[in-house]
């Protein structure tokens, strides 16, 4: 990352980052205040063309898992060139300080929602960079929203691009946790009782779109937790997200998300009880389980569930 910025450009003075440090994470890792209400998305009316597919895919897959309804998706560049606009405008300023949150019924929040349109060359990494560096140089929104934003793009998609090629065509198959249950029928819209899992379902089934929190650390984390194939995992990632081109998903999911690659990827598995999650979100506020409860029918499971991960895996 580090010479990604100096190779770029991008937030530099020099040899120097701008603000006198590269990362700006310990900023950007707040709750979503109570009374602060995320703005309206850019949404578009589906075109003829996109009209057309929308009725195939209605008559062809009439069982399928996700919604076809409302769709409102960009198919342009120029679309997309305006949904970017719109992020940087409306929802860069507060994306640094709430990108860890989640809140209930809110399916985006402040994320930028362009990942869709960057993977499949709507817009180019570049000038979604240099975009969100100009709103900052205007003042216009902070060093670590932006630092943070470009970090996603500058850093962490090119290190996983890197390391998907670096790692070879049987990463996929990658299984250092030996895990084999099959996956939980939730992920299928199964009904279940914790909230932040029946949260993330849903806004993946409606918008076929996730933020990276309700990926890693709530879908991705009870798979892991609950020892999901993660081969089964890596194909629902790939099937349910309009933006998972393997290339980008895989890593991300084998790697991060599942601890398949023992550690190539990270350095740690990322496994959370409920106290992450209460801390994070409004989920438990609303949720049949108690987050606070540590035994009996009312405690939240994701607690037990982490003891008995690290218990399994202890030796590992």
């Known amino acids: 990352y580090r010479d990604m910025r100096r190779l770029s450009g991008l937030l530099m003075e020099g040899d120097d980052p701008v603000g006198g440090q590269w990362n700006f994470d310990h900023d950007n890792r707040k709750a979503l205040p109570k009374n602060l209400t995320p703005p309206n998305r850019r949404r578009f009316d589906p075109d003829p063309v996109t009209r057309e597919v929308i009725d195939m895919v209605a008559g062809r897959f009439p069982d399928h898992f996700g919604d076809l309804e409302p769709f409102g998706w960009a198919v342009t560049r120029t679309d997309a060139l305006a949904a970017l606009d719109h992020f940087i405008s409306v929802c860069l300023p507060s994306f640094g300080d709430y990108q860890d949150a989640m809140k209930q019924g809110d399916a985006f929040l402040y994320h930028s929602v362009i990942s869709p349109y960057l993977n499949i060359g709507l817009l180019t990494p570049r000038e979604i960079c240099e975009r969100a560096q100009e709103a900052w140089s205007r003042g216009e929104a902070p060093l670590n929203a932006v630092e943070g934003f470009i970090r996603q793009i500058l850093g962490w998609r090119e290190y996983v691009r890197g390391l998907y090629w670096f790692a070879g065509p049987d990463y996929t198959a990658r299984n250092h946790l030996a895990a084999t249950r099959p996956l939980p029928a939730l992920f299928w819209g199964a009904p279940t009782d914790l909230k932040c899992l029946s949260q993330a379902v849903d806004a993946t089934r409606r918008n076929a779109m996730a933020h990276h929190i309700q990926r890693l650390m709530i879908l991705g984390n009870f798979a892991m937790l609950v020892g999901t194939d993660p081969g089964e995992v890596h194909h ?19 790697g991060m998300s599942q601890f398949a690659d023992g550690g190539l990827m990270a350095t740690k598995p990322y496994a959370a009880g409920g106290a992450y999650v209460n801390r994070m979100s409004d989920h438990c506020k609303s949720c049949k389980y108690d987050v606070k409860q540590r035994t009996g029918p009312k405690a939240c499971p994701l607690d037990s569930l982490y003891w008995d991960f690290l218990a399994r895996h202890e030796e590992a």
């Not at 990632?237 to 890593?251: C, I, Q, R």
């Open 236 to 254: 629902w990632y790939l099937a349910v997200y309009a933006d998972a081109l393997e290339w980008v998903e895989a890593p991300n999911v084998i």
